[in-house]
């Protein structure tokens, strides 16, 4: 089973851009769907974006689309979200998460195992 830890979080302000990363420990990492997810306070977590093993299929939440792009490396075990023009209602922990699923899902159940989260705050 793998263990999953974002970083690349920060301030940045409206417009700007971030790249967050989701390292995994383990040799399987190539074989989940990988997703990425946040939780502003006092709501819900939401789906943000996912992706297939091989990387060839992707996700997103039509809130982000034209503006995030998930990828990942299987050779680094790691996967990525570039996320450019940065909007106050980005503001949120974001989560990278794992899934053993046959398909790249938007449901947060659908994922087993989780990162602790990285804060990403999108204030001027």
């Known amino acids: 089973q793998v263990q999953l830890v974002e970083s690349g979080g920060g301030l940045v302000q409206p417009g700007g851009s971030l790249r967050l990363s989701c390292a995994a420990s383990?040799?399987?990492?190539?074989?989940?769907?990988m997703g990425w997810f946040r939780q502003a306070p006092g709501k819900e977590r939401e789906f943000v974006s996912a992706?297939?093993?091989?990387?060839?299929?992707?996700s997103y939440t039509n809130a982000v689309k034209g503006r995030f792009t998930i990828s990942r490396d299987n050779a680094k075990n790691t996967m990525y979200l570039q996320m450019n023009s940065l909007k106050p209602e980005d503001t949120a922990v974001y989560y990278c998460?794992?899934?053993?699923?046959?398909?790249?899902?938007?449901?947060?159940?659908?994922?087993?195992?989780w990162g602790q989260g990285t804060q990403v705050t999108v204030s001027s």
């Open positions: 992706i297939s093993w091989s990387g060839r299929g992707t």
């Open positions: 998460a794992a899934s053993s699923r046959s398909y790249i899902g938007s449901n947060s159940d659908e994922y087993s195992i």
């Open positions: 383990g040799r399987t990492f190539s074989s989940y769907r």
